[in-house]
């Protein structure tokens, strides 16, 4: 246990195979108490601790939705092969994170 910001914060030490053989569960206990986990291997030291994401707003919700089923550019035909398979690479191309409704 440590003191961070008159905060005491608890740590849980793990070897290295106890770890491995417990991984989901220790990661799932990390994210939902916010405990952090040490792992220790031959006296060097890992910490893991979990994060939850921001939460997203209605709004940011509605525009991945919008920009995932948003129609495909038009084709012109007298574009030439390499400027359409461009054209369909950066439809297909995104740049955000998709994710499931929760």
């Known amino acids: ?10 740590m849980k030490t793990v070897t290295l195979t106890e770890f491995r053989k417990n991984i989901f569960r220790m990661v799932d206990e990390a ?3 916010g405990e952090p986990i ?7 030291r890992v910490v893991i601790r979990g994060e939850k994401r921001p939460s997203e707003t209605e709004e940011e919700r509605a525009e991945r939705w919008r920009r995932f089923w948003a129609s495909p550019p038009e ?10 398979e ?17």
């Open 1 to 10: 246990m440590y003191v961070l910001d008159r905060q005491y914060v608890h």
């Open 31 to 33: 994210v939902a108490t």
């Open 38 to 44: 040490v792992i220790d291997r031959n006296g060097a």
């Open 75 to 84: 084709v012109h035909e007298d574009l030439s092969l390499d400027e359409i």
């Open 86 to 102: 461009e054209a369909g690479e950066a439809y297909w191309r995104w740049d955000g994170e998709p994710e499931l409704d929760r």
